[in-house]
């Protein structure tokens, strides 16, 4: 089993920026492509972006050239750092973890970005 605790979320205006932490805890070993998803009220889920064991990086177009994901194995951690934040990126942001043991992902709780025009 992995855990996974996400920090760094909050209000800030248009513009602004805010970086996202996911940590992860337990059987850490079993720690694969990470990523972040993000959902808005009335919205279906979607993938923000996503990162490999290795550094690999891919960006939904809504994120491409302002966010900026990043995983430290040290502390088996990853970031989203997001800049020029707009209104529309207001959602619930969660944490992905696929498990390169079997088929399973785990997901986080959430944390709240706002963004006020």
């Known amino acids: 089993q992995v855990q996974l605790a996400e920090s760094g979320g909050g209000l800030v205006q248009t513009g602004g920026s805010l970086r996202l932490s996911c940590a992860a805890s337990?059987?850490?070993?079993?720690?694969?492509?990470m990523a972040w998803y993000r959902q808005a009220p009335g919205k279906q889920r979607e993938l923000v972006a996503t990162?490999?064991?290795?550094?690999?990086?891919n960006y939904a177009d809504s994120a491409k050239g302002r966010f900026t994901i990043s995983r430290d194995g040290a502390k088996n951690t990853v970031y989203l750092q997001m800049n020029s934040l707009k209104p529309e990126d207001t959602a619930v942001y969660y944490c992905?973890?696929?498990?390169?043991?079997?088929?399973?992902?785990?997901w986080g709780q959430g944390t709240q970005v706002t963004v006020s025009s």
């Open positions: 990162i490999s064991i290795r550094g690999s990086t």
């Open positions: 992905n973890l696929q498990d390169v043991y079997s088929p399973r992902d785990y």
């Open positions: 337990g059987s850490t070993f079993r720690i694969g492509v």
